[in-house]
């Protein structure tokens, strides 16, 4: 019996988060349409709401509080109590100044990746789209280079304006300082502090813009790496052979499509069994050193993702020995793989029990090899198997109930963990750094956002300290910049990269001014330089092409000269064929 649909090649419904399949305008319109409102109120409310309104009032309720008991602090920072308060605000720094830190930067990020940066880069890149059409095709790099220096310098002015304006507009309505018959009025006391939050977060907004645009307008411009007529290395150089996978994007099912490609994208998990086995074959002829995966191994993080991983990666112990691994956006941010509507509220559990479960993979793949830095030594600290021990019991028992209580330690703990460090095998070998450049979003449609922690950066600075005649590759899922590459349409140009891009760049150029940057996320296949600073953009050899097409992926060698600097050489391109046979919606 034939059917009418055969149920292999799917339908509609597995495009319902594609980007391939659907426009943005579309997916929006959807979002609308099935959003749990009360969440999203909830969720504002705690995110933004309440934040900003405390924002405004604070200034106030400080006057108040100052004016009212200013002789009662006089008296309690004078004699014993001034010893006592002392040793409250040293014990809170102490014993809270990281997290409180974290939760800090946290937020200020996050008020940045919500509001700032997606205007802005819009705006860059709406830009750079005109300016760039209007080139001539002889343009050469350097032109090029000057033009996206000089977009980036007007689109943070031209963003930061309308913020100005809108200061200068509430300015009028706002209160700086405040007396004890305010409190009598708290509706007058609630709009004179709603004002002033408007006002500080449009004058951050306006800051922003402008220091985003001057930060971008003035590094390094990414460009296009070229390997042709590059003098070849001595056969004595060390030289290390690395697979860089990215996006795999494991669905768990044998015809499940996955959620950004829907039917654009191959069926299942076949391909990467295919890309597996050559990656085994590889290795045979010519022995590997490393198998990096950038992120998203997983399509939503689910349990039943992670499981087929294992299943696929089970044949070739080889691979595994040498893989290393660590977490998208896709493993730890998706809320519902088959809803972009859905949201969790900050303070869920789910969320946290797809970071266990990234935890428990990264500690199967590499618990025995990789180490966590220690902060407060300023050293390398254990293993990642010996950081996990002694929380492996409460780790289990939170997947197992998915306890409220243990939210806040899931976080904390997942926080301490990265950056990951493969340390080199020599002092002039080579080591590698695996960071977590997830935001903390709870929203399936804002799941992309990144970010690079100063305390990462510290992590960073500490293993390189630690290995001073090293070289290092630093891995990360989310692109760093956006590529110099043209586009035909606006929407190939607006991306999710790091947040605080510019500054992570600039710092790693003073660290490690020779390390190469393996990322994935966009699944571009591109490979360039910020300076000195090489930067590898891994395909995705399972999320570009349906079943019938060709995908790839890359072997690169690095290799590091007499001075101990790091080089990155032409890489060889592994083709994955499609099966022609395959006659897919699509």
């Given at each position: 019996?034939?059917?009418?649909?055969?149920?292999?090649?799917g339908d509609a419904e597995d495009d319902a988060s594609s980007t391939r399949?659907?426009?943005?305008?579309?997916?929006?319109?959807?979002?609308?349409?099935?959003?749990?409102?009360?969440?999203?109120?909830?969720?504002?409310?705690?995110?933004?709401?309440?934040?900003?309104?405390?924002?405004?009032?604070?200034?106030?309720?400080?006057?108040?509080?100052?004016?009212?008991?200013?002789?009662?602090?006089?008296?309690?920072?004078?004699?014993?109590?001034?010893?006592?308060?002392?040793?409250?605000?040293?014990?809170?720094?102490?014993?809270?100044?990281?997290?409180?830190?974290?939760?800090?930067?946290?937020?200020?990020?996050?008020?940045?990746?919500?509001?700032?940066?997606?205007?802005?880069?819009?705006?860059?890149?709406?830009?750079?789209?005109?300016?760039?059409?209007?080139?001539?095709?002889?343009?050469?790099?350097?032109?090029?280079?000057?033009?996206?220096?000089?977009?980036?310098?007007?689109?943070?002015?031209?963003?930061?304006?309308?913020?100005?304006?809108?200061?200068?507009?509430?300015?009028?309505?706002?209160?700086?300082?405040?007396?004890?018959?305010?409190?009598?009025?708290?509706?007058?006391?609630?709009?004179?502090?709603?004002?002033?939050?408007?006002?500080?977060?449009?004058?951050?907004?306006?800051?922003?813009?402008?220091?985003?645009?001057?930060?971008?307008?003035?590094?390094?411009?990414?460009?296009?790496?070229?390997?042709?007529?590059?003098?070849?290395?001595?056969?004595?150089?060390?030289?290390?052979?690395?697979?860089?996978?990215?996006?795999?994007?494991?669905?768990?099912?044998?015809?499940?499509?996955?959620?950004?490609?829907?039917?654009?994208?191959?069926?299942?998990?076949?391909?990467?069994?295919?890309?597996?086995?050559?990656?085994?074959?590889?290795?045979?002829?010519?022995?590997?050193?490393?198998?990096?995966?950038?992120?998203?191994?997983?399509?939503?993080?689910?349990?039943?993702?992670?499981?087929?991983?294992?299943?696929?990666?089970?044949?070739?112990?080889?691979?595994?020995?040498?893989?290393?691994?660590?977490?998208?956006?896709?493993?730890?941010?998706?809320?519902?793989?088959?809803?972009?509507?859905?949201?969790?509220?900050?303070?869920?559990?789910?969320?946290?029990?797809?970071?266990?479960?990234?935890?428990?993979?990264?500690?199967?793949?590499?618990?025995?090899?990789?180490?966590?830095?220690?902060?407060?030594?300023?050293?390398?600290?254990?293993?990642?198997?010996?950081?996990?021990?002694?929380?492996?019991?409460?780790?289990?028992?939170?997947?197992?109930?998915?306890?409220?209580?243990?939210?806040?330690?899931?976080?904390?703990?997942?926080?301490?963990?990265?950056?990951?460090?493969?340390?080199?095998?020599?002092?002039?070998?080579?080591?590698?750094?695996?960071?977590?450049?997830?935001?903390?979003?709870?929203?399936?449609?804002?799941?992309?956002?990144?970010?690079?922690?100063?305390?990462?950066?510290?992590?960073?600075?500490?293993?390189?300290?630690?290995?001073?005649?090293?070289?290092?590759?630093?891995?990360?899922?989310?692109?760093?910049?956006?590529?110099?590459?043209?586009?035909?349409?606006?929407?190939?140009?607006?991306?999710?990269?790091?947040?605080?891009?510019?500054?992570?760049?600039?710092?790693?150029?003073?660290?490690?001014?020779?390390?190469?940057?393996?990322?994935?996320?966009?699944?571009?296949?591109?490979?360039?330089?910020?300076?000195?600073?090489?930067?590898?953009?891994?395909?995705?050899?399972?999320?570009?092409?349906?079943?019938?097409?060709?995908?790839?992926?890359?072997?690169?060698?690095?290799?590091?000269?007499?001075?101990?600097?790091?080089?990155?050489?032409?890489?060889?391109?592994?083709?994955?064929?499609?099966?022609?046979?395959?006659?897919?919606?699509?």
């Amino acid at each position: 019996m034939q059917p009418i649909t055969d149920p292999r090649d799917g339908d509609a419904e597995d495009d319902a988060s594609s980007t391939r399949q659907r426009s943005l305008l579309a997916l929006a319109g959807s979002l609308l349409a099935e959003i749990s409102l009360p969440k999203l109120v909830v969720a504002w409310l705690l995110l933004i709401g309440l934040p900003g309104l405390l924002l405004g009032l604070a200034p106030l309720l400080a006057s108040i509080w100052l004016s009212a008991v200013s002789t009662k602090v006089a008296y309690a920072l004078s004699g014993a109590w001034s010893a006592l308060v002392l040793a409250a605000v040293v014990a809170l720094g102490w014993f809270g100044g990281r997290r409180l830190f974290r939760i800090a930067e946290g937020s200020f990020w996050a008020l940045a990746s919500l509001a700032v940066q997606p205007v802005y880069a819009m705006a860059r890149e709406a830009l750079r789209h005109l300016a760039e059409a209007g080139l001539a095709s002889r343009a050469g790099p350097a032109t090029r280079a000057r033009l996206r220096a000089a977009t980036a310098a007007v689109a943070g002015i031209a963003v930061a304006v309308p913020a100005v304006l809108l200061v200068a507009w509430l300015w009028p309505a706002t209160r700086w300082t405040g007396t004890l018959a305010d409190l009598a009025a708290p509706l007058r006391l609630a709009s004179a502090g709603i004002a002033n939050g408007v006002v500080l977060v449009a004058g951050y907004f306006a800051a922003a813009a402008a220091v985003w645009g001057f930060a971008d307008a003035t590094m390094d411009q990414p460009r296009t790496r070229r390997f042709e007529g590059e003098p070849a290395p001595p056969d004595t150089a060390p030289r290390w052979r690395i697979v860089h996978l990215s996006d795999i994007h494991v669905v768990g099912e044998p015809y499940g499509f996955r959620i950004e490609c829907g039917r654009a994208g191959p069926r299942g998990d076949d391909r990467l069994h295919r890309v597996l086995a050559r990656i085994a074959a590889i290795h045979a002829a010519a022995p590997l050193d490393l198998v990096l995966i950038t992120g998203d191994v997983t399509d939503a993080g689910r349990s039943g993702e992670w499981a087929a991983f294992f299943d696929a990666l089970a044949p070739y112990p080889a691979i595994a020995a040498r893989l290393l691994i660590q977490p998208g956006n896709h493993d730890v941010n998706v809320v519902d793989r088959a809803n972009p509507a859905r949201l969790d509220l900050p303070f869920s559990p789910v969320k946290r029990l797809r970071q266990v479960r990234a935890l428990s993979a990264m500690a199967a793949v590499q618990g025995g090899r990789v180490r966590v830095v220690d902060l407060a030594g300023e050293a390398l600290g254990d293993t990642l198997d010996a950081a996990l021990a002694p929380h492996r019991a409460r780790l289990a028992g939170f997947a197992d109930t998915g306890a409220l209580r243990d939210v806040p330690f899931v976080a904390d703990l997942w926080a301490r963990l990265f950056p990951m460090v493969l340390p080199p095998e020599r002092p002039d070998g080579l080591g590698i750094v695996l960071l977590d450049s997830n935001a903390d979003t709870h929203f399936s449609f804002t799941n992309a956002l990144g970010l690079v922690s100063t305390e990462q950066m510290r992590g960073i600075e500490i293993a390189i300290a630690a290995w001073p005649a090293a070289s290092w590759l630093v891995a990360l899922h989310h692109h760093v910049v956006e590529y110099p590459m043209p586009a035909k349409q606006l929407s190939e140009r607006i991306g999710t990269a790091l947040v605080n891009g510019s500054w992570f760049v600039r710092r790693l150029q003073r660290i490690a001014p020779d390390a190469v940057v393996m990322h994935g996320h966009r699944h571009v296949d591109w490979i360039g330089a910020c300076g000195d600073l090489t930067i590898v953009s891994a395909p995705s050899p399972v999320m570009e092409a349906t079943d019938d097409r060709d995908t790839a992926f890359y072997v690169h060698t690095l290799t590091s000269d007499q001075d101990g600097r790091l080089h990155l050489l032409a890489p060889e391109r592994i083709v994955i064929p499609g099966d022609p046979s395959f006659r897919g919606a699509a």
